[in-house]
């Protein structure tokens, strides 16, 4: 299948390729060129950013952006943008910039620079792809890709725990891969080749393979719930908290975890058809595991001490917000659970950070330590109750505006049990968060912090470290504040609905 | 033309052969000139076999029946172009591995007889042709396979000779069975002439028992982990990479062009069965084995099972489009596993001279003092675990899909284990690479034993797995058309 090459068509590869190429370039630099690599991290990241602003007004005025391989007859491989799919790069691109400057500080004078920082550009790659990806079987590839580059990222340490966690992040993602691989072929051989349409393609399949198709549907959400962190496919999140900060962040924001979410949104909407979902009973079973995780999520997190372990099991309940989103029918639902797959990312980016901070600054890695850190880190702190608050959903941070909208779609939907789910989440959320919040600004520091570093900095900690929480809580309260304003999350949220549910 | 080019590919490696044997003192610098001209000759014909398709000839002026027949078709010339391709890589780096050591003297005149056999075998047109150049495809192997002298090395091959001599002989009854019935053993007239007897069933049923003996499948696999995990690293990789290869292939050819018209579902079933059997347990073995090149032979016991999953469904499927496709796959399949056998074997070479030993528990410092090595064990392991964007993910995908589509959904639970085995001793090796050993100081440590098998990984996934069209356009076969 030739294709003129025009910027419609390159495009969207441009945009996978400004990470992938400076990250294949770093692990052939040597260990001590910090310079030249920190050159390559941001020229990618900055390119990568202005291609997206020029993807982002394409798409907004309804230019088709494909990028189209043939690796076999009748095998694709298929960059499409769409308004989704632009939601989810952008993302990814704005946080890859922040987090590359926080990786840049935070591992300043660790070991193994070169790998880490190819493995992250792979990372961020992947991501890319399954973002832009236009039908399944180059999803599948990327969504594996990913799997691959993550890996290295959360061994890095090397530490026995290390290992351990890694390999079991492994060995749920490669079972969870394989469920993928069947549902998918599986999928094929009913329909040939299944690119993503908005509206989804399945509805006019013959009534004798809806058995199969509901089947297909069940393979899927395993391979997509292994990284949504579903229950009970979450087990290897806790586990892979062992990594670096930067790795946490971008596993918890952006990369794994949101791949998986983003997965299911595009399997229940641009395969399946939210209405055709909805009529197979789909819908349901999503609903249920979804619900189910929310409230197994925060009461998982209010047990524990660990602080990383907290943010980890509260990223299990919200990412459940975009399925529950993505399980009620009607589009003010639809723009809750899609807005929500940016707001959590930078919230939750934004907690990570801060975790990172006192761990690296005062040597506080649990909620019982956090006495008075508030005193000693204004800003991080600062930085942290707001994405705290905005996790809770207090307005007008952006978290609220999810729930707000959610909220909103259940009753529109007819479906009440919802909002009793998002009450006990909230009221859950509050009971973890609050408490840190507590401990951090009104309790007496200790005399001694368990591991302080001074930094040799004019702020609380090292700049590289500390914008990144800044910047990103800044985002949190301008996404809440300015949520009508054009090209604001919910704004593109909405425009993702409407063709959606174009009839 | 169309004679040297078919003449050249087995003539080349041979006077190569011979000329490193009269002058063992240059026989290195011999060898690698003759590995540059061989796999030129070999992508040369491959380029031909491409623009004008299938070619023939007939040497020393008999007719038909009488003289030496050679052709090429898609399917040698896919084989052909890997064992071009992978033969140049085990050269280069045979020439650093080999270097000041008494041993490489005998290593060159036995490996370029060894490539002279496999380019035979790919090429020859008529079975008693085959079964020469087999024969001396075993033996050579074996010798090369000796090269170490040590105990188990030794003891290791000659079981590998003796296994490689009863298969051969069990493959020439079939052959003289064949012979008699029809006094012609050129492959183009036979596939014209069988027709369905008790006879010929036979032989059919001899040949394939003697070649699945050659190509190691489950359970005749006994000799093979052994012979390869003992050879030194570049052995390893021309025993794993090709030489299993060389039997798959007749196989191949055997059941879907000579004797298509003999070949039922149940016999196919057979051999699906017997390649899941493989899958299964070599990839066990492989997860068991305490030592790296013990795992990558396993791992190769497991991945000649993938190939005879193809029969079934080649057998279940009608002629047309669909079965294309899987045909195509099978040998992406092939080939990819050529490319990543090779470098996992070569990279693993490095990773034991590096630390002296290849017990997998205590290779954590060797493997993270050499990224690019690591690197290329990596990237030829997803290809083996295949993972996209592998070819073998490719061709496994083609090969699920016909499996569903044939309604032979079994074997999906084949390939799902055996996936997530395979993943299991992989990473069992990668993650002793992320240790907290000194950092490296820069990725490419030792560019020219490096770089062959870091080629051989990348091209294994990264061409094969994004570019796979050529092997369709090779064979001919316009793919299913949307």
């Given at each position: 299948?030739?294709?003129?090459?025009?910027?419609?068509?390159?495009?969207?590869?441009?945009?996978?390729?400004?990470?992938?190429?400076?990250?294949?370039?770093?692990?052939?630099?040597?260990?001590?060129?910090?310079?030249?690599?920190?050159?390559?991290?941001?020229?990618?990241?900055?390119?990568?950013?202005?291609?997206?602003?020029?993807?982002?007004?394409?798409?907004?005025?309804?230019?088709?952006?494909?990028?189209?391989?043939?690796?076999?007859?009748?095998?694709?491989?298929?960059?499409h943008a769409d308004a989704l799919s632009v939601l989810f790069v952008t993302l990814?691109?704005?946080?890859?910039?922040?987090?590359?400057?926080?990786?840049?500080?935070?591992?300043?004078?660790?070991?193994?620079?070169?790998?880490?920082?190819?493995?992250?550009?792979?990372?961020?790659?992947?991501?890319v792809g399954i973002a832009l990806a236009g039908n399944l079987l180059t999803f599948v590839i990327f969504y594996e890709i990913l799997t691959?580059?993550?890996?290295?990222?959360?061994?890095?340490?090397?530490?026995?725990?290390?290992?351990?966690?890694?390999?079991?992040?492994?060995?749920?993602?490669m079972a969870g891969g394989v469920a993928l691989l069947i549902g998918a072929v599986w999928l094929r051989s009913l329909t040939g080749p299944v690119d993503f349409v908005e509206g989804g393609v399945l509805a006019a399949m013959p009534e004798a393979l809806h058995p199969q198709l509901i089947a297909?549907?069940?393979?899927?959400?395993?391979?997509?719930?292994?990284?949504?962190?579903?229950?009970?496919?979450?087990?290897?999140?806790?586990?892979?908290?062992?990594?670096?900060?930067?790795?946490?962040?971008?596993?918890?924001?952006?990369?794994?975890?949101?791949?998986?979410?983003?997965?299911?949104v595009r399997v229940v909407y641009d395969v399946y058809g939210v209405e055709f979902a909805s009529q197979l009973g789909l819908l349901t079973i999503l609903g249920i595991m979804a619900s189910f995780t929310i409230v197994y999520g925060s009461?998982?997190?209010?047990?524990?001490?660990?602080?990383?372990?907290?943010?980890?099991?509260?990223?299990?309940?919200?990412?459940?917000?975009?399925?529950?989103?993505?399980?009620?029918?009607?589009?003010?639902?639809?723009?809750?659970?899609?807005?929500?797959?940016?707001?959590?990312?930078?919230?939750?980016i934004?907690?990570?950070?801060?975790?990172?901070?006192?761990?690296?600054?005062?040597?506080?890695?649990?909620?019982?330590?956090?006495?008075?850190?508030?005193?000693?880190?204004?800003?991080?702190?600062?930085?942290?109750?707001?994405?705290?608050?905005?996790?809770?959903?207090?307005?007008?941070?952006?978290?609220?505006?999810?729930?707000?909208?959610?909220?909103?779609?259940?009753?529109?939907?007819?479906?009440?049990?919802?909002?009793?789910?998002?009450?006990?989440?909230?009221?859950?959320?509050?009971?973890?968060?609050?408490?840190?919040?507590?401990?951090?600004?009104?309790?007496?520091?200790?005399?001694?912090?368990?591991?302080?570093?001074?930094?040799?900095?004019?702020?609380?900690?090292?700049g590289a470290l500390l914008w990144p929480p800044v910047i990103t809580a800044a985002l949190c309260i301008i996404a809440g504040l300015l949520a009508a304003a054009p090209f604001s999350p919910l704004e593109w949220a909405t425009l993702i609905a409407r063709r959606e549910y174009q009839p | 033309m169309t004679t040297d080019s078919l003449i050249l590919p087995i003539a080349l490696p041979l006077l190569g052969a011979l000329l490193a044997t009269a002058l063992p003192r240059i026989a290195p610098l011999?060898?690698?000139?003759?590995?540059?001209?061989?796999?030129?000759?070999?992508?040369?014909?491959?380029?031909?076999?491409?623009?004008?398709?299938?070619?023939?000839?007939?040497?020393?002026?008999?007719?038909?029946?009488?003289?030496?027949?050679?052709?090429?078709?898609?399917?040698?010339?896919?084989?052909?172009?890997?064992?071009?391709?992978?033969?140049?890589?085990?050269?280069?780096?045979?020439?650093?591995?080999?270097?000041?050591?008494?041993?490489?003297?005998?290593?060159?005149?036995?490996?370029?007889?060894?490539?002279?056999?496999?380019?035979?075998?790919?090429?020859?047109?008529?079975?008693?042709?085959?079964?020469?150049?087999?024969?001396?495809?075993?033996?050579?192997?074996?010798?090369?396979?000796?090269?170490?002298?040590?105990?188990?090395?030794?003891?290791?091959?000659?079981?590998?000779?003796?296994?490689?001599?009863?298969?051969?002989?069990?493959?020439?009854?079939?052959?003289?069975?064949?012979?008699?019935?029809?006094?012609?053993?050129?492959?183009?007239?036979?596939?014209?002439?069988?027709?369905?007897?008790?006879?010929?069933?036979?032989?059919?049923?001899?040949?394939?028992?003697?070649?699945?003996?050659?190509?190691?499948l489950f359970p005749l696999h006994f000799w093979l982990p052994p012979a390869h995990a003992n050879a030194p690293a570049p052995v390893s990789a021309a025993l794993s990479a090709l030489v299993v290869k060389a039997a798959f292939y007749l196989i191949l050819r055997l059941w879907t062009d000579l004797f298509a018209?003999?070949?039922?579902?149940?016999?196919?079933?057979?051999?699906?069965?017997?390649?899941?059997g493989a899958i299964l347990w070599g990839s066990w073995r492989a997860l068991r084995a305490e030592r790296l090149k013990l795992l990558a032979a396993y791992s190769t016991v497991a991945q000649i099972g993938y190939l005879f999953l193809f029969f079934p469904l080649l057998q279940a499927l009608p002629p047309g489009p669909a079965r294309d496709d899987l045909f195509a796959a099978c040998v992406l399949m092939a080939v990819t596993h050529g490319f990543a056998k090779a470098g996992f074997f070569l990279a693993a070479g490095l990773v034991q001279k590096k630390a002296g030993h290849d017990r997998i528990d205590e290779l954590g410092g060797a493997a993270q003092s050499m990224p690019a090595t690591t690197f290329s064990i990596a990237l030829a392991g997803s290809a083996l675990i295949g993972l996209p964007p592998s070819g073998s993910f490719i061709a496994k995908w083609v090969l699920m899909q016909s499996a569903l589509e044939t309604g032979q959904w079994w074997w999906l639970i084949v390939i799902a284990l055996g996936t997530l085995l395979a993943a299991a001793y992989i990473f069992r090796v990668l993650s002793r690479a992320f240790g907290q050993e000194p950092t490296p100081q820069c990725f490419i440590t030792d560019a020219r034993a490096e770089i062959p098998a870091l080629l051989l990984a990348l091209a294994s996934v990264a061409l094969l797995g994004l570019a796979a069209g050529p092997i369709w356009s090779l064979l001919g076969f316009e793919g299913v058309q949307i």
């Amino acid at each position: 299948m030739s294709q003129l090459l025009t910027w419609t068509t390159l495009l969207p590869a441009a945009i996978l390729l400004s990470s992938l190429v400076p990250g294949a370039l770093i692990f052939l630099l040597r260990e001590e060129s910090h310079v030249l690599r920190g050159v390559l991290n941001m020229a990618g990241a900055i390119i990568k950013l202005v291609l997206v602003a020029v993807l982002i007004w394409g798409v907004f005025l309804g230019v088709v952006f494909e990028s189209r391989v043939t690796i076999a007859p009748g095998l694709d491989l298929v960059l499409h943008a769409d308004a989704l799919s632009v939601l989810f790069v952008t993302l990814s691109t704005v946080l890859w910039l922040v987090t590359t400057i926080y990786a840049i500080g935070y591992l300043e004078h660790s070991p193994n620079r070169s790998r880490f920082f190819g493995f992250f550009s792979l990372c961020v790659s992947a991501t890319v792809g399954i973002a832009l990806a236009g039908n399944l079987l180059t999803f599948v590839i990327f969504y594996e890709i990913l799997t691959l580059a993550t890996y290295p990222l959360v061994a890095h340490r090397g530490t026995p725990d290390a290992t351990r966690g890694a390999k079991i992040y492994l060995a749920y993602t490669m079972a969870g891969g394989v469920a993928l691989l069947i549902g998918a072929v599986w999928l094929r051989s009913l329909t040939g080749p299944v690119d993503f349409v908005e509206g989804g393609v399945l509805a006019a399949m013959p009534e004798a393979l809806h058995p199969q198709l509901i089947a297909i549907f069940l393979f899927l959400l395993v391979g997509l719930g292994v990284k949504a962190a579903l229950f009970p496919f979450h087990g290897w999140l806790p586990q892979s908290m062992v990594a670096p900060a930067p790795v946490s962040s971008l596993l918890h924001a952006v990369a794994v975890v949101k791949a998986g979410a983003f997965g299911i949104v595009r399997v229940v909407y641009d395969v399946y058809g939210v209405e055709f979902a909805s009529q197979l009973g789909l819908l349901t079973i999503l609903g249920i595991m979804a619900s189910f995780t929310i409230v197994y999520g925060s009461v998982m997190a209010l047990t524990q001490d660990g602080l990383k372990k907290r943010l980890a099991y509260s990223t299990v309940s919200q990412v459940s917000y975009i399925a529950l989103g993505a399980s009620i029918l009607g589009p003010v639902a639809t723009i809750g659970g899609m807005v929500h797959l940016v707001h959590q990312g930078i919230m939750k980016i934004t907690l990570f950070f801060c975790a990172g901070n006192y761990a690296e600054t005062l040597g506080v890695h649990k909620v019982s330590q956090m006495d008075g850190v508030g005193r000693r880190m204004p800003w991080t702190t600062l930085a942290f109750s707001v994405g705290a608050l905005g996790m809770i959903g207090i307005p007008p941070i952006a978290g609220f505006v999810s729930k707000w909208y959610l909220g909103l779609g259940a009753v529109e939907a007819g479906e009440h049990w919802v909002l009793l789910i998002l009450a006990a989440s909230t009221l859950l959320n509050a009971a973890y968060f609050l408490p840190i919040l507590y401990k951090a600004w009104f309790r007496d520091p200790p005399q001694e912090w368990p591991n302080e570093h001074v930094f040799d900095s004019r702020f609380e900690t090292m700049g590289a470290l500390l914008w990144p929480p800044v910047i990103t809580a800044a985002l949190c309260i301008i996404a809440g504040l300015l949520a009508a304003a054009p090209f604001s999350p919910l704004e593109w949220a909405t425009l993702i609905a409407r063709r959606e549910y174009q009839p | 033309m169309t004679t040297d080019s078919l003449i050249l590919p087995i003539a080349l490696p041979l006077l190569g052969a011979l000329l490193a044997t009269a002058l063992p003192r240059i026989a290195p610098l011999l060898g690698v000139l003759t590995a540059a001209l061989t796999a030129m000759s070999g992508l040369w014909l491959t380029g031909l076999v491409w623009v004008s398709g299938d070619l023939s000839i007939v040497l020393g002026g008999w007719g038909l029946p009488l003289g030496i027949g050679l052709s090429a078709d898609g399917l040698s010339a896919a084989l052909l172009a890997m064992s071009s391709l992978v033969g140049l890589g085990i050269s280069v780096y045979a020439l650093g591995y080999f270097s000041g050591s008494e041993r490489g003297l005998h290593f060159w005149p036995l490996w370029l007889l060894l490539w002279t056999a496999l380019n035979g075998v790919f090429l020859a047109a008529d079975l008693f042709n085959l079964y020469v150049m087999l024969e001396l495809l075993g033996l050579s192997a074996a010798a090369l396979g000796a090269l170490t002298g040590s105990r188990d090395a030794v003891s290791a091959n000659l079981r590998y000779l003796l296994v490689g001599l009863l298969g051969s002989i069990t493959y020439l009854l079939g052959v003289a069975l064949i012979y008699t019935a029809y006094g012609t053993l050129d492959i183009g007239l036979l596939s014209e002439r069988v027709e369905p007897s008790a006879l010929v069933s036979t032989s059919l049923v001899l040949m394939t028992a003697g070649l699945a003996l050659k190509a190691a499948l489950f359970p005749l696999h006994f000799w093979l982990p052994p012979a390869h995990a003992n050879a030194p690293a570049p052995v390893s990789a021309a025993l794993s990479a090709l030489v299993v290869k060389a039997a798959f292939y007749l196989i191949l050819r055997l059941w879907t062009d000579l004797f298509a018209t003999i070949t039922d579902a149940g016999a196919a079933f057979i051999l699906g069965a017997l390649g899941a059997g493989a899958i299964l347990w070599g990839s066990w073995r492989a997860l068991r084995a305490e030592r790296l090149k013990l795992l990558a032979a396993y791992s190769t016991v497991a991945q000649i099972g993938y190939l005879f999953l193809f029969f079934p469904l080649l057998q279940a499927l009608p002629p047309g489009p669909a079965r294309d496709d899987l045909f195509a796959a099978c040998v992406l399949m092939a080939v990819t596993h050529g490319f990543a056998k090779a470098g996992f074997f070569l990279a693993a070479g490095l990773v034991q001279k590096k630390a002296g030993h290849d017990r997998i528990d205590e290779l954590g410092g060797a493997a993270q003092s050499m990224p690019a090595t690591t690197f290329s064990i990596a990237l030829a392991g997803s290809a083996l675990i295949g993972l996209p964007p592998s070819g073998s993910f490719i061709a496994k995908w083609v090969l699920m899909q016909s499996a569903l589509e044939t309604g032979q959904w079994w074997w999906l639970i084949v390939i799902a284990l055996g996936t997530l085995l395979a993943a299991a001793y992989i990473f069992r090796v990668l993650s002793r690479a992320f240790g907290q050993e000194p950092t490296p100081q820069c990725f490419i440590t030792d560019a020219r034993a490096e770089i062959p098998a870091l080629l051989l990984a990348l091209a294994s996934v990264a061409l094969l797995g994004l570019a796979a069209g050529p092997i369709w356009s090779l064979l001919g076969f316009e793919g299913v058309q949307i």
